[in-house]
């Protein structure tokens, strides 16, 4: 079964950070290129991160570019997002999806949740 | 990377249809044919609907129809059911080699 499950979210105070996981499993993870998106409570879908099926190119969100880093470990069919300088505004539900070539985010994990509080 | 527009909500009777749009510009929706629409339920993660404008995944029922024009795609339930009922988003390719999201509709089955 192709699945992708996310682990690391949790309560963290404003300024702090936290390391996202995303394991996946049911397909060849190093053929595909992979994302990070977020859903703030009760808010729409933003798309965060993107990154290439080899690591080499990656995109971020102008909202967490220079605060996150995505990275993955194809050897480990990981993939990751490093969020440092944590605000209260990143508080959401944050879900890993694979992009077909298509531009289409075909799989999506269940989502982890995030809480950035003091 | 301002959002798409949608209506945040629509409405319809089991058996009707609704249209639901997403409006861009030309560095988005307008340039490419790579806009997609996903369902959520509350609670669940996004389930793609629409790939490519038009083309359904295998598996989603051919009620659900996708079409654009200029900078404004557009997706269409007919025949709703009570199912149906759910948050619906579209998503497009962007000349910044990134994809912008919808800010999403609900949909409310009467």
């Known amino acids: 079964e192709v699945q992708l499950v996310e682990s690391g979210g949790g309560l963290v105070q404003p300024g702090g950070s936290l390391r996202l996981s995303c394991a996946a499993s049911g397909f060849t993870f190093s053929s595909y290129e992979m994302n990070w998106v977020r859903q703030a409570p009760g808010k729409g879908l933003e798309w965060v991160s993107y990154i290439s099926s080899s690591g080499s190119t990656i995109y971020y969100a102008d909202s967490v570019k220079g605060r996150f880093t995505i990275s993955r470990d194809n050897a480990k069919n990981s993939l990751y997002l490093q969020m440092n300088s944590l605000r209260a505004e990143d508080t959401a539900v944050y879900y890993c999806?694979?992009?077909?070539?298509?531009?289409?985010?075909?799989?999506w994990g269940q989502g982890t949740m995030v809480t950035v509080s003091s | 990377q301002s959002a798409l527009t949608q209506p945040a909500s629509v409405s319809g009777s089991p058996g009707q249809s609704i249209t639901i749009s997403c409006t861009g510009t030309?560095?988005?929706?307008?340039?490419?044919?790579?806009v997609s629409w996903y369902q959520q339920h509350p609670g669940k993660a996004p389930k793609l609907m629409i790939y490519?404008?038009?083309n359904r995944p295998s598996g989603v029922p051919d009620r659900f129809s996708g079409s654009k024009s200029g900078n404004t795609a557009s997706l269409t339930i007919s025949g709703l059911q009570a199912e149906d009922e759910a948050d619906y988003y579209c998503?497009?390719?962007?000349?910044?080699?990134?994809?912008?999201f919808g800010g999403g509709t609900k949909l409310t089955v009467l």
């Open positions: 030309s560095s988005d929706v307008g340039g490419y044919n790579y």
């Open positions: 490519e404008v038009s």
């Open positions: 999806a694979r992009l077909l070539p298509t531009m289409v985010f075909d799989i």
């Open positions: 998503s497009s390719y962007t000349s910044s080699s990134t994809v912008v």
